[in-house]
């Protein structure tokens, strides 16, 4: 048969007290004393704290470690420069546009400039330029007349006999003996033609080679008279208030 153990109990009048222990006094402890238990306190800090630090295991050194291999770490170096030189590239293409934009709006300011200066100028160039064409138009104008003339007298020679018939009857009539001077083949058609008029005003008629055909000169006593071309086709560009063509009454 199992058998319950029998456990002691101890009176409840013995659990009720406290126990309560005495204090020893101690008595107080010299300098002496006091310097050598520090000291052994050090120390025994001081081999605790060797103990512990040999019991704790060295720890390996450092080593770095690449978050990236080289190939990557080029790649974005060459990727951070590429996108250097492209900013730098817009950069500059905007402040060359900039400046081009300047440059062609002064240009277009200089040009306005001047083509407002030739609006301006362009009533007076328009009438300088009528003046002139007028001036060329006439000067054409009389150079085709005198071939016109030329041509005239080679068909009909016998204009010459007008003018001489003019002169004799211009006043005031001249004293003397006059001369007339007239171009060798003139002479002889005027001296077929008018010998006996020219003998009665007391003219004779004298050959000049110097004198071109159509033309003559009257010398006298009182006066001269020019009836050549060059002096006939001066009076007419004077009377238009121009000067005769350079050579055009020397061909």
């Not at 153990?5 to 006091?34: F, G, H, N, Y």
């Not at 310097?35 to 081999?47: N, P, R, T, V």
């Not at 300088?128 to 007298?153: F, N, P, T």
Request: glycine share 4%; hydrophobic share 45%.
């Amino acid at each position: 048969m199992y058998s319950r153990p029998v456990i002691a109990r101890t009176p409840l009048a013995d659990r009720s007290l406290p126990t309560r222990k005495v204090a020893e006094k101690k008595e107080p402890m010299s300098a002496w004393q006091r310097w050598e238990m520090s000291s052994f306190a050090d120390e025994s800090l001081s081999a605790n704290d060797e103990a512990s630090t040999a019991s704790e295991p060295m720890m390996e050194p450092f080593e770095p470690v690449l978050l990236i291999d080289e190939a990557e770490l080029a790649r974005l170096r060459l990727q951070a420069q590429q996108a250097g030189e492209a900013a730098g590239h817009a950069l500059g293409y905007a402040r060359g546009q900039a400046e081009g934009h300047a440059a062609a709006l002064s240009a277009v300011h200089a040009q306005a400039a001047q083509l407002e200066a030739l609006t301006q100028a362009w009533p007076n160039a328009l009438r300088l330029a009528e003046r002139q064409v007028a001036d060329d138009l006439l000067a054409l104008a009389l150079d085709i007349a005198h071939q016109v003339l030329r041509q005239a007298l080679t068909i009909d020679p016998q204009a010459i006999l007008t003018v001489v018939h003019e002169l004799l009857q211009a006043e005031p009539a001249l004293s003397g003996t006059p001369q007339l001077l007239l171009h060798p083949d003139d002479a002889v058609l005027v001296n077929e033609h008018l010998s006996d008029a020219l003998q009665d005003a007391g003219w004779r008629i004298r050959a000049d080679a110097q004198i071109q055909r159509g033309g003559c000169r009257v010398l006298a006593n009182s006066g001269e008279r020019d009836a050549t071309l060059e002096t006939r086709w001066e009076r007419v560009a004077a009377t238009l208030a121009r000067t005769p063509p350079v050579g055009a009454s020397h061909d």
